[in-house]
């Protein structure tokens, strides 16, 4: 524990009074206690009591390099004195955007070498969907309108990416847009049909893609979106072979790819990029935010190919915009950030660190499939889900009313560790930087936190 200075009952009062919190429980909102984060150093952060505890998110699955690094408050500190901000609409630049591009650009698979800055995630695949619509249309294809995606994705919070999320719950209170947008059921292998092998069901998921490109007309659909592994959808790992199977459907329908690795990307799954070196995937578009600047400042961006760029920069183009950009795109402070991120990522070998460590991590984890209730345990290098059910093995979902992660994070946080509950999952996603040891602590406190609850 630290000594802090803070008074939690009345920054709680004035929290209730002023605040309104993404993703809160209403009923609840006035009254609830809150966990007020007030400090962090490394893999850990303090609440505003001074309790520490590891923090198995990495914020929301963004702080890759840790908390507290010296060198990166110096680095947003001299841009800051430098420049502070300036816009890159129309023929503005500035040179830590452009440094940043082009280091960026080296790690994309492909020919994906143009890079669109936004301000987060959400607007960096708003901005791609867009891109694309622009795309089709400049080239003569204004017919293809049509994007395909999946059940429980989740693409963003903008009306158009929460369109394409597919969390059930999260769009339960708005008519979002459905006329274009078309759900696949998700490709989740725990929930397969009973009786089917893995190799059958990524079958069945590719044929779900197929059919539904035919469905609507090759020539209707733009694109599909795809996260490599869905993240809050519940860290669901697609069976083998899925995504570069269902990049060949794309292909061979003129149907765009994009990647979302707003989650995957900047070494969580052990690359910058994981598309092609995990999963033999070199997509039209990448998404990317959150471990781009690992949490410290904000920033996203999608990068393109080649070939689309290509063809809506040539003469004829003259005149025409694509009209999509924000105040803040391209901010020199957070391309700054972004640079120095990916300096410490490359000196401390994070995604080595990620490749060897992750087994490791999975493993620990995985060891918890002995306990009652443990239905699922899965993931992927430093990404992890667990799904709790009522019944292990018919597979029985929990009701919501339980609060399951809730009652289970309860019991983490006074042993140490802070997890991400959804529902009936427990979700982890450390920084980059996690050790053996604090893994095993980690899994220490939710065994212990899930024998209280059960
Ligand atoms: N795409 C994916 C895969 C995400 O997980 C998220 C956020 O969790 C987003 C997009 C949206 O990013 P942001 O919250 O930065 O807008």
């Given at each position: 524990t630290r000594n802090l200075q803070f008074d939690t009952a009345a920054l709680t009062e004035q929290d209730h009074a002023h605040i309104i919190h993404p993703w809160i429980d209403l009923g609840q909102a006035k009254t609830q206690d809150l966990l007020i984060v007030a400090e962090s150093e490394g893999a850990y952060i303090y609440d505003s009591d001074g309790h520490r505890m590891l923090d198995g998110m990495g914020g929301m699955w963004c702080?890759?390099?840790?908390?507290?690094r010296n060198e990166m408050a110096e680095a947003i500190a001299e841009q800051v004195r430098r420049m502070a901000y300036y816009s890159p609409f129309g023929k503005i630049s500035t040179p830590p955007a452009i440094e940043f591009a082009t280091r960026i650009a080296k790690y994309?698979?492909?020919?994906?070498k143009h890079v669109f800055f936004t301000t987060g995630g959400s607007t960096a695949v708003d901005s791609a969907l867009r891109f694309v619509q622009f795309y089709f249309g400049f080239t003569g294809r204004p017919s293809k309108q049509h994007i395909i995606t999946r059940e429980y994705a989740y693409h963003g919070s903008t009306y158009l990416t929460a369109s394409v999320s597919g969390k059930p719950a999260d769009r339960a209170y708005l008519k979002f847009e459905t006329e274009t947008v078309h759900h696949l059921p998700v490709p989740n292998p725990y929930r397969r049909p009973e009786g089917m092998t893995e190799a059958e069901f990524c079958d069945k998921c590719v044929a779900d893609l197929e059919n539904k490109i035919l469905e609507l007309g090759p020539d209707n659909v733009a694109c599909f979106i795809a996260e490599p592994l869905l993240a809050s959808g519940g860290v669901i790992v697609p069976p083998k072979g899925y995504q570069r199977r269902t990049l060949e459907v794309c292909r061979k329908y003129g149907v765009l790819y994009i990647s979302d690795e707003v989650v995957t990307g900047f070494g969580r799954l052990g690359e910058i990029f994981a598309s092609e070196p995990v999963f033999d995937l070199v997509p039209d578009i990448i998404t990317t935010a959150k471990g781009l600047t690992s949490g410290y400042v904000p920033l996203g961006a999608f990068l393109v190919s080649d070939r689309l760029y290509d063809a809506v920069t040539v003469p004829e183009a003259k005149g025409k915009y694509f009209t999509n950009g924000f105040t803040?795109?391209?901010?020199p402070v957070s391309c700054a950030a972004g640079l120095k991120n990916l300096d410490i990522i490359e000196r401390e070998n994070l995604c080595q660190h990620v490749r060897d460590i992750g087994p490791y991590f999975m493993k620990k984890f995985r060891e918890l499939s002995d306990l009652p209730l443990v239905g699922d345990v899965r993931g992927s290098h430093l990404m992890l889900c667990l799904e709790f059910v009522k019944d292990k093995k018919t597979k029985e979902p929990m009701p919501a009313e339980w609060n399951f992660g809730n009652r289970i994070i309860n019991e983490t946080m006074p042993r140490g560790l802070l997890a991400r509950p959804m529902g009936h999952l427990v979700v982890l996603s450390p920084p980059l930087i996690i050790t053996k040891a604090q893994i095993d602590e980690a899994a220490d406190a939710l065994r212990g936190a899930i024998k209280a609850v059960t």
């Open positions: 702080v890759q390099i840790g908390y507290g994309a698979p492909g020919d994906l803040y795109s391209a901010h």
